[in-house]
């Protein structure tokens, strides 16, 4: 008799197994964790991950869907309840930089995540759908400018928050408000003055 499988624990399965996954990626290293690390952190055998993901790539591939769309779509939320230009800024910096440990853990990941993607196409294309929903919020606030040049002026707000990113990784006692002030205004410098 074939067993039959309830959709909603099967999500929760998967979502449970996606957060264990990305703990062990944080902790190990993409390069460097297997299945099995994976399936010690989540308690559960390496069958139950092959059964729900196929395989280590499709797994870890996963994961950083989950966890990108995660934080776009946690951005993309707060910008819309922003009342005024300001606020929308506050808010897009907030979701940039969430956290001391959240914040580390997630650029730890991607930056791991990208790094492998720049030798693997099936990943380069996670993380170039990962670019294209940033690029989306990052219009939003671009456009706060005006619409001329705002694509220009996306690509830049964003490679200031990678960069920062970057810098908030090396620092070993990053201050968190320390980094948001910098990405507040370094986003105001960018749209200039007629963002106001």
């Known amino acids: 008799m074939a067993r039959t499988v309830n959709p909603i624990l099967d999500r929760a399965r998967r979502t449970a197994l996606e957060k264990?996954?990305?703990l062990a990626i944080y902790q190990q290293g993409y390069a460097g964790v297997t299945l099995a690390?994976?399936?010690?952190?989540?308690?559960?055998?390496?069958?139950?991950?092959?059964?729900?993901?196929?395989?280590?790539a499709g797994l870890l591939s996963a994961v950083m869907r989950r966890f990108t769309r995660t934080i776009t779509?946690?951005?993309?939320r707060a910008l819309r309840q922003a009342a005024t230009p300001d606020a929308k800024l506050r808010a897009y910096v907030d979701n940039q930089f969430y956290g001391v440990e959240n914040t580390r853990r997630f650029y730890t990941v991607s930056?791991?995540?990208?790094?492998?993607?720049t030798r693997d196409p099936a990943l380069m294309a996670v993380q170039r759908d990962f670019l294209a929903e940033t690029l989306a919020l990052d219009l939003e606030l671009a456009r706060l400018a005006g619409p001329e040049g705002a694509e220009a002026r996306a690509r830049q707000l964003r490679a200031l928050v990678e960069?920062?990113?970057?810098?908030?990784?090396?620092?070993?006692?990053?201050?968190?408000?320390?980094?948001?002030?910098?990405c507040l205004a370094g986003l105001r410098a960018l749209l200039g003055e007629r963002w106001g």
Do not use: K, M, N, W
Request: aromatic fraction near 12%; charged fraction near 20%.
């Open 163 to 182: 960069g920062l990113s970057v810098r908030f990784l090396a620092d070993p006692e990053p201050d968190l408000q320390a980094y948001r002030a910098d």
């Open 20 to 22: 264990a996954a990305y």
């Open 73 to 76: 779509v946690a951005t993309r």
């Open 111 to 117: 930056l791991d995540f990208l790094a492998a993607a």
């Open 37 to 56: 690390d994976i399936a010690a952190q989540a308690g559960v055998s390496r069958g139950t991950l092959v059964y729900h993901f196929g395989s280590r």
